[in-house]
């Protein structure tokens, strides 16, 4: 099956020739280090191989913006279109290629507000849950609408570091989304998205199939570390994201004398050749390119 470009000029080689489909991959690495850009680069890329740009799913409970749309117009010339969280689902768009769906999709709408279990009261981490619920619909149907329109990447971004990813609303929604939306079976997503309306539509969702096999997760997430020797060196917790990943790639600085470089490590990548160097990169006002 053919890999999922990267969009990063010197990485795909490095890669075996990108990212593998129908899997998880996890960019790991401080605010700041350029995740963002590289997912910005990794949907992009898309646009070039499978004529159609990824999704940007962003989890972000921050009251800072995570600068997704301008780094889309300085990178790839992509103007995002934000989709509603809680519009009124229209199931006669769902196969309508005339209707299009906005490629940016924002999960959580409470802002500024603490997401794990161990610092919130019973009440708020009820409110979070009832957040989730709210919006589980909408979440399907924006990711089954891109999949029948031929999208196969999605970036998963604004994921926030804690001390136990177990007791993180993020990780939860982040668990629902990958193994209960993604990795489905397309039938049976869609047996969740149309429920009572399932037998009428049941003729257009057999002539709009999608090959799950062949969508490929990005997953972006922050930690506490600054240094990539210690984000390499720190243990993988019991059921830890990273444990179950199907390529990791660690993004930190690197000290090189008086002065700090960017670099990135490919710790994991199974099923494919796999670099065994500390890979610096630059960004420009193109994103993210590897150094000579």
């Given amino acids: 099956m053919s890999r999922l470009s990267t969009g ?19 960019l790991v690495g401080s605010s700041g280090i350029g995740k963002t850009q590289f997912g910005i680069q990794f949907a992009h890329a898309g646009l070039v191989q499978e004529k159609r740009r990824g999704v940007i799913f962003d989890m972000a409970a921050r009251i800072d913006p995570q600068g997704h749309d301008a780094y889309a117009r300085r990178i790839a010339g992509w103007t995002l279109r934000r989709e509603e969280s809680e519009k009124t689902l229209d199931y006669d768009t769902i196969f309508d290629q005339s209707v299009e769906w906005g490629d940016y999709f924002q999960a959580l709408a409470k802002k500024g507000c603490r997401m ?5 009261d019973f009440d708020t981490w009820h409110d979070w849950q009832a957040e989730l619920s709210k919006h589980l619909d909408t979440t399907i149907a924006f990711f089954f609408t891109h999949f029948v329109r031929g999208v196969c990447r999605v970036v998963v971004d604004g994921i926030e570091p804690v001390r136990r990813q177990g007791e993180s609303i993020q990780f939860e929604l982040l668990e629902y989304v990958y193994h209960q939306i993604l990795q489905k079976d397309p039938q049976w997503l869609a047996r969740d998205l149309f429920r ?17 096999n062949k969508i490929g997760c990005l997953v972006l997430y922050t930690t506490s570390e600054t240094s990539l020797d210690a984000m390499i060196e720190k243990p993988l917790d019991e059921g830890d994201l990273l444990a179950g990943a199907n390529t990791i790639i660690y993004m930190g600085k690197i000290r090189d004398g008086v002065r700090f470089h960017r670099a990135l490590y490919v710790s994991k990548h199974r099923g494919s050749v796999c670099p065994d160097e500390i890979m610096p990169y630059e960004i420009d006002d193109h994103g993210l390119r590897m150094s000579e």
């Fill in 8 to 26: 990063i000029p010197g990485l795909d080689e490095r890669l075996g020739g990108g990212l593998l489909p129908g899997t998880m991959a996890v």
């Fill in 116 to 120: 794990t279990r161990r610092d919130v």
């Fill in 196 to 212: 009572q309306f399932y037998r009428k539509n049941e003729a257009a969702i057999a002539a709009n199939p999608y090959d799950r």
